[in-house]
């Protein structure tokens, strides 16, 4: 039974406790695996993987809301989601790696973290991967940064969750081109969206410098 989807994958219940995330385009969903069962050994809340072969996912089935949804309802504010965000990002990157680099999420928004009874959880790990924590921050922050320049009636809270998650960052200056960069080759966005980035990219070096502005 389909229970979600998204723009490159869907996700399918096979009981109460599993569920498949299968990739429409046929990618690789083993690395994913390989990412989550690390993060998972060292104690960081990703779902438990059962198995992975070619495009399909075997994986824990969580139960709750998404934190985008939850921002949608309102019972969660939009500063209450920058922390969660802000504290998931800190948590991330204090994981030991293989190589002196953390692994980066570099898509952690609130529609990939499920705030489950034991906690946020997140999902959607197809983009991980080592590098710059910084990297990650700036990603976060770009992502809803284009929602708080976008014209639609929640852009005034995912403002406010952005500066609140750039007022609990602690990595330095961010990447924002690269950040920006990254963005603009991600095959899923539309037009519209591409057509924001530079807007959205100026509002993040905004609240960067003077995050009580926001």
Do not use: C, K, Q
Not at 45 to 57: H, I, T
């Amino acid at each position: 039974m389909l229970i979600g989807t998204g723009r490159s994958a869907d996700v399918f219940a096979l009981d109460d406790a599993w569920v498949v995330r299968r990739y429409r385009d046929g990618e690789d969903a083993t690395h994913e695996a390989a990412a989550m069962e690390h993060l998972a050994g060292h104690g960081f809340p990703v779902p438990r993987v059962r198995s992975a072969a070619g495009p399909e996912l075997v994986m824990r089935r969580l139960t709750g809301p998404s934190l985008l949804d939850a921002l949608l309802a309102g019972t969660v504010t939009p500063e209450e989601a920058g922390t969660i965000l802000a504290g998931l990002l800190h948590r991330l990157h204090g994981v030991p790696s293989a190589s002196s680099a953390p692994l980066l999420h570099l898509d952690l928004h609130p529609g990939n973290v499920m705030l489950t009874p034991e906690g946020p959880y997140v999902i959607d790990w197809s983009t991980a991967e080592e590098g710059d924590p910084a990297l990650d921050w700036a990603m976060s922050a770009l992502i809803l940064a284009e929602v708080a320049v976008a014209p639609v009636p929640y852009a005034d809270g995912a403002r406010a969750g952005l500066a609140t998650l750039l007022s609990l960052a602690d990595t330095g200056p961010l990447p924002l081109e690269r950040a920006r960069h990254r963005r603009a080759l991600d095959p899923h966005l539309d037009a519209s969206e591409l057509a924001r980035l530079d807007e959205a990219t100026a509002l993040v070096a905004s609240l960067e410098v003077s995050p009580a502005s926001g």
